[in-house]
């Protein structure tokens, strides 16, 4: 079988963001799988150009300008069309809508993933240009629900809020965790706590820098990492100014590998993750692979990997109070975060596990072909 897998790919650096890691994990699945001809397509800033033979798969790089005015995603079919037409794969995995509708273009059965929803993030994003871009994708993401045929809802919340816009079949499949998430770790280290997420108002980080602080009496050790990239800076410096009065209790650091990731889980005793806006975060099943329990917001499709009182908790977005009733509730019982540690592990290897996403993703994509 030959497979088009299109989409944000890291390249020669750790991935960024979830689609990134998303699409990582499912070409090193595919490529076990033994029997695929690969070919992983993408068009962004920040790679370099050509055609590249890796690990059992042909990367296809088209880099784009850092300097625009038309948004790189509107030209992207113009590069990859001709690509696809060239190649003729027999079926293509696309993770953004200016792939699928590339895919389309090309006359070849399209699997399409919704990773976000960037209608309700426009409101989030700063910036004329960002929003301008935003805007651009919410009219491509139009375009490919009124065209495909079959998508990837990686969510139940994903299904309830796209039903209405298309008439496509949904497959429902999760997004798949690097196997070294699922690798056994250490035991954690008391009191640790592990944020993952870029520095943006949407992260809600403030409200698990607050939930520290009412924690601080009780709990002095508590030590809070926050791992992410600064890129709302404004926000990212009142974060540090927030974090003044804790004594050190809370500590920035810099993006890092999977591998760094899982190090930083294998620390922690719980993942605390306090978004205002969210949809299926990858961290949170890098978490429970890890066997770690989780402290969410009830937010977009958390309340659909978060069991409460069985893999973690879950509190109000904003409501400090509640994020530190639950994470004390934990950092308290080290047996009790030990146990629903033990119980996100066992499910994530059932949901998460990449070979377990990819046998799903060709059981729908071989749908897709005979469709």
């Given amino acids: ?121 426009f409101w989030t994003r700063r910036g004329v240009f960002v929003r301008t871009a935003t805007l651009w994708e919410v009219w491509l993401e139009g375009r490919v629900l009124a065209r495909a045929r079959d998508l990837v809802a990686i969510s139940d919340y994903v299904i309830s809020a796209y039903r209405s816009r298309t008439a496509a079949r949904f497959h429902r499949i999760d997004n798949p965790v690097a196997p070294l998430f699922f690798a056994p770790g250490p035991l954690p280290e008391p009191g640790h706590l592990l944020l993952v997420g870029n520095l943006t108002t949407r992260k809600g980080v403030e409200t698990a820098l607050a939930a520290v602080a009412r924690l601080r009496p009780s709990f002095p050790g508590l030590v809070l990492d926050i791992i992410g990239a600064p890129v709302d800076a404004v926000y990212a410096r009142r974060l540090r100014e927030q974090a003044v009065p804790l004594d050190g209790a809370v500590r920035f650091l810099a993006p890092t590998s999977q591998a760094g990731i899982k190090e930083a889980l294998d620390r922690a005793q719980v993942l605390v993750l306090t978004s205002r806006e969210e ?51 934990l950092v308290a019982s080290p047996e009790h975060a030990t146990e629903l540690g033990r119980e996100a592990a066992r499910r994530a290897r059932l949901r998460f596990h990449p070979d377990v996403v990819a046998a799903a993703y060709l059981a729908a994509l071989h749908e897709a072909m005979t469709r």
């Fill in 279 to 329: 949809h299926m975060p990858v961290i949170v099943a890098e978490a429970m692979a890890s066997g770690r329990p989780v402290v969410a917001t009830r937010v977009g499709a958390l309340a659909d990997m978060v069991t409460p009182g069985e893999t973690g908790y879950l509190a109000p977005a904003g409501d400090a109070a509640a994020v530190a009733e639950a994470i004390a509730a």
């Fill in 1 to 121: 079988m030959r497979l088009a897998l299109l989409g944000h790919f890291p390249v020669n650096a750790p991935p960024q963001g979830g689609v990134q890691s998303v699409l990582a994990n499912l070409a090193a699945a595919f490529v076990r799988q033994g029997d695929i001809d690969l070919h992983v397509i993408q068009h962004r800033r920040g790679i370099p150009g050509g055609v590249l033979a890796v690990d059992g798969y042909t990367l296809h790089d088209f880099p784009a300008r850092p300097s625009r005015v038309v948004p790189n995603m509107m030209k992207t079919g113009g590069l990859v069309t001709p690509l696809l037409r060239e190649l003729q794969p027999d079926a293509a995995s696309t993770h953004q809508p200016e792939y699928a509708l590339a895919a389309l273009d090309a006359g070849i059965p399209v699997l399409h993933t919704i990773h976000g929803f960037p209608r309700h993030e």
